[in-house]
């Protein structure tokens, strides 16, 4: 069965450094998605993404975040200048035939 | 707003027991409401869509458009049913499912 992927599992990094986090969705998906859950909290939205647009964000989804399709297969989030508080679970996921698939999250620690 | 509400944290029941995890939408509009399953260090699953009226893995959940609720039940609970439950709600005109804050259902033995 299809899956969305993600990596890494777990990336720590500095306070003011950027990441990416890369996922590749199911293969004839066009629906996109970032999500993200902050330990014992709740999954929030960030953004969707299809036809090479963000679709719709978040109030979270400011300027220090940013997703792209670089090629056929990735769909990436890039969050420029990481925060203490960006710390969180990001899930991508993708959607055909109405339901959403999700990747086993992607863990960010920042120091 | 799109706003899904699940007023309890924590359920916790014994194997056989009757199960209902409650869940509360707020919109105007049509939204499409599902339940996810996340259980241990696994990723988050779909359980079961409200059109689709299917029963997986015993879990039922009727709509009630009239109360604005999604409640997911099963008449009786099994200990692998133990995991993370999230209600959610899809509006297409948005592109946007919004969780509830979740649900742990605990079944103990």
């Known amino acids: 069965e299809p899956e969305v992927t993600q990596t890494p599992s777990h990336q720590v990094t500095q306070m003011g450094q950027e990441v990416i986090l890369r996922c590749v969705p199911i293969?004839?998906?066009?629906?996109f998605y970032w999500y993200r859950q902050i330990l014992g909290q709740k999954v929030e939205f960030l953004v969707s993404?299809?036809?090479?647009?963000?679709?719709?964000k978040s109030e979270i989804f400011d300027d220090q975040f940013s997703v792209e399709r670089p090629d056929g297969s990735n769909f990436t989030l890039k969050i420029r200048s990481t925060k203490l508080e960006d710390s969180a679970m990001y899930f991508c996921?993708?959607?055909?035939?109405?339901?959403?698939?999700f990747g086993e999250g992607s863990r960010l620690t920042v120091l | 707003a799109q706003r899904v509400t699940q007023p309890e944290k924590l359920l916790s029941v014994f194997k056989g027991a009757p199960v209902e995890l409650k869940c509360n939408y707020s919109?105007?509009?049509?939204?499409?409401l599902f339940w996810y399953v996340q259980y241990s260090r696994q990723r988050l699953q779909l359980l079961l869509r409200?059109?689709s009226r299917e029963s997986i893995k015993g879990f039922t959940a009727d709509l009630n458009k009239g109360e604005t609720s999604f409640h997911l039940k099963k008449p009786f609970a099994q200990e692998e049913d133990s995991a993370m439950y999230y209600c959610a709600s899809f509006l297409y005109n948005t592109d946007k499912l919004i969780f509830g804050t979740g649900t742990r259902l605990q079944v103990f033995p």
């Open positions: 293969s004839n998906h066009l629906y």
């Open positions: 409200h059109i």
């Open positions: 996921a993708s959607r055909g035939a109405g339901e959403l698939f």
């Open positions: 993404f299809y036809n090479n647009e963000i679709s719709e």
């Open positions: 919109y105007s509009g049509s939204p499409e």
